[in-house]
């Protein structure tokens, strides 16, 4: 984990290196901080929330996954429970440019999957898009989400989508972040030729990706998601579908279980098997991106679960 975050650390400040190395150190360092650990370091380097944020990027930014653009982008979510969630851009070869991820997407990701409740700013260490400030607009914070950017004055989301399209022009009011949980059943695996037998109900992986469809964001196609993966040395990360009113935004579940597991420090290419859960008879499908994007991480062993209320 520390070689990762060498040539970042060695820019920072003498005391803000002593501060911040001990905690990201530590062996199950998995990309966040937390409030008290967040106050410690304001404390000791004198900063306030803004600053060490803008301090922390490069940190973040060492998470860029950039194998195409070698364009490495940095993001912090700021959640209201003072927590910070590291982000950033992963890219996969042999996979179509629209599986990449936006770093502020894998911060925003990183938060909810941990459970926060809201956000109060994001940093980040380029302008955000046109793709991520959309995205960012299917928050339940709204457009009063605190954009931070180095050397530019902080402002808000609505500076930033003017005339902004969102969740409430389509008489949506489930926003993501909101706490949703639709308690989803098994109902029928959907294997699709594969010589593993389907995992057992009890099997953890297929808990994991039941949870994540459970609390996914598809308020628009209902087509509720998650990706639960198995990594080489036996955990789990579970990812949910975050849908976007402007719906090509849409972050798929395996991209969010992506983003948890490389904040762990886990190469995305250590995956053994996963499961994708769906919702049965749903009109729309995760299942041929998330194989083919899976085959491309080198991931052969994928179930495909159906679900039911
Ligand atoms: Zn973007």
Redesign the pocket.
């Known amino acids: 984990m520390m070689a990762r975050f060498a040539p970042a650390l060695a820019a920072v400040s003498p005391a803000l290196r002593a501060t911040i190395a001990p905690l990201i150190s530590q062996h199950d360092f998995a990309g966040w901080l937390s409030a008290a650990q967040v106050k410690q370091l304001m404390q000791a380097n004198d900063l306030d929330e803004d600053a060490l944020c803008l301090t922390l990027l490069p940190l973040s930014a060492a998470y860029a996954v950039t194998p195409l653009s070698h364009f490495n ?1 940095g993001a912090i979510a700021r959640g209201i429970s003072g927590n910070l969630y590291f982000g950033a851009n992963m890219e996969f070869v042999a996979a179509p440019l629209q599986q990449t991820v ?4 894998s911060a925003i990701a990183h938060a909810w999957l941990r459970d926060e409740k809201r956000l109060r700013a994001l940093t980040v260490n380029y302008t ?2 046109g ?2 400030r959309q ?1 960012m607009n299917e928050l339940n914070s709204g457009t009063d989400l605190i954009i931070c950017l180095p050397e530019r004055a902080a402002a808000t989301l609505a500076s930033y989508l003017p005339d902004a399209f969102g969740p409430r022009d389509l008489a949506i009011h489930s926003l993501l972040l909101d706490e949703i949980d639709h308690a989803f059943a098994v109902a029928a695996w959907l294997d699709h030729g594969l010589s593993a037998a389907s995992p057992d109900d009890d099997d953890p992986l297929v808990s994991a990706a039941l949870a994540a469809a459970s609390r996914s964001h598809a308020p628009y196609s209902q087509s509720h998601s998650g990706v639960a993966l198995q990594a080489q040395d036996g955990r789990i990360y579970a990812g949910r579908y975050a849908e976007n009113a402007a719906f090509n935004p849409s972050l798929p579940p395996l991209q969010t279980a992506l983003i948890l597991m490389n904040a762990a420090g886990v190469y995305n290419q250590q995956i053994t098997r996963a499961v994708l859960a769906e919702r049965q008879n749903a009109s729309i499908t995760q299942w041929p991106a998330t194989n083919a994007t899976l085959a491309a991480l080198g991931c052969h062993e994928v179930h495909h679960l159906s679900l039911s209320l």
């Open positions: 982008v936006h770093a502020e997407q955000p898009c793709h991520c995205f």
